[in-house]
């Protein structure tokens, strides 16, 4: 197995290679060269699998035989080790035709720990057995930052660097992120929005002697490792319905903000998961619903929501999904993006259109309908969504097709992680105690302004102090 670029012009690369790269040199996202088929005898040989043991079969059909069996095995039980729940990502029954699939019972309590941990462990894999240096850089809407911080604290031979945007990250999220003092740890709190951090994030590394130089790493959705781990859980959810719901229909509803989490449904979808709706849940920052709908692609107006961590305009999956959408035509998705670049969106014709709404459903949140879907979950079913989460119910409530069978609607965190929302229903919670603790340590974070040139200084000194 293979790896190329949507835009065509990396060579083909192996899996660890691909894993460094993170974003394409030429621009563009990885991808595979071709995408495995499970067949159905396959899945029926996982179905009695554990989380880890079913990871290890999705991704061994990936990794080209890099990574010897048996260490692939143990950075798959390291990296679980630390999820509370015995079956990692518990499947909850709300009622015959909904399911809930938890995936917040890592370290930071939201579904990103889900790759980040394996993540972190295979760079430090990666960094002890190739001697190279890792220096991860990202940007984060709250949950990636503390996740990828938790997985390499204190780890030999890496450092890592978040930036995210100041004051637009909920208090939990900024202590997971800040409260860590680790020396191999810089937080950069900028003055801008998601976007913002992105952005300067991308033009660094885009800029290949400065990311060769400090030899840079990615831990975004950007990063077809992360892509991949996530599609195992779509695999699971689906194994561990009855056979009666599998053979009504499976279909996913997913909160969605870089196109990530929804994406690795769509790769397992294409790997011959039968799933039927993929339906895609945004807030009011919905530049992917409008897509769907109207086929534009074009930001608009940054809205602050109850649930931060979907606050995004450019979804940086997107071009992934493009690719495949355009028959895997490098030179059509090169061009479509050049010109998203220079006119700032991209129109499809209606026959597009149509096509767009076979693969997606979409819909789109408001503020006072997420609150108001964990009000009545909170009253119908004793069940206390998160803000995100309840986008995803409020996205099957409203617009998944109930012919269609069952749905698993996946929980991305836990409702802790973001009482300032819950609060304003007057809903009291109990924090876990991971979280409880937070509060009394310090914080440590450095405030830079929304300029790449500051970023770069204090990217600059980090690296030379923590040599
Ligand atoms: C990151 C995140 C999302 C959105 O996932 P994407 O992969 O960016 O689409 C949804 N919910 C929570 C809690 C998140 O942290």
Sequence with gaps: MKYNSTRGKVAPIGFIDMFLMG??????????????????????????????DLMLEIFSLFTNGEIPERDLRQLIQDSYAGFTSPAVLPLTTLNDSLHVLELFHGPTFAFKDVALQFMGNLYAYVAKKQNKVVNILGATSGDTGASAISSVRGKEGIQICI??????????????????????????????????????????????????????????????????????????????????????????????????NIFSGYLAKKMGLPIKQLVLATNENNILERFVREGVYKPEGFRSTHSPSM??????????????????????????????????????????????????????????????????????????????????????????????????????????KFDEAIRLLGIEQKFPERIQELFDKPKHQVVVDNSKTEVVAQLESFYRVNK
Aim: charged letters at 20%; one cysteine or more; glycine letters at 6%.
């Design 23 to 52: 974003l394409g040199e030429d621009g563009g996202l990885i991808v595979p060269e071709t995408i495995p088929s499970v067949t159905d005898d396959q899945l029926k040989a996982w179905s009695k699998l554990s989380y880890q």
């Design 163 to 260: 930036l995210h945007p100041n004051g637009k990250v909920s208090l939990v999220q900024e202590l997971q992120m800040t409260t860590v003092h680790d020396d191999n740890v810089l937080n950069l709190s900028v003055n801008g929005n998601f976007d913002d951090c992105q952005q300067i994030i991308k033009e660094l590394f885009e800029d290949i002697p400065f990311k060769t130089k400090y030899h840079l790493r990615a831990i975004n959705s950007i990063n077809f490792v992360r892509i991949l781990a996530q599609s195992v859980y779509y695999f699971y959810a689906y194994l561990q319905l009855p056979e009666k719901a599998k053979a009504s229909g499976v279909n996913f509803s997913i909160p969605t903000g870089n196109f990530g």
């Design 311 to 416: 606050d995004i305009q450019i979804a940086s999956n997107f071009e992934r999904y493009l690719y495949y959408f355009m028959g895997e035509d490098a030179a059509a998705v090169t061009s479509r993006m050049e010109k998203f670049k220079s006119e700032g969106q991209l129109t499809f014709a209606s026959e597009e259109v149509a096509r767009i709404q076979q693969d997606l459903t979409a819909y789109s949140v408001g503020n006072a309908e997420c609150l108001e879907t964990i009000r009545t979950y909170q009253d119908r079913y004793g069940y206390l969504l998160d803000p995100h989460s309840a986008c995803g119910i409020a996205a099957y409530e409203g617009a998944g097709n109930k012919n269609d069978g069952v749905f698993v609607s996946l929980a991305t965190a836990h409702p802790a």
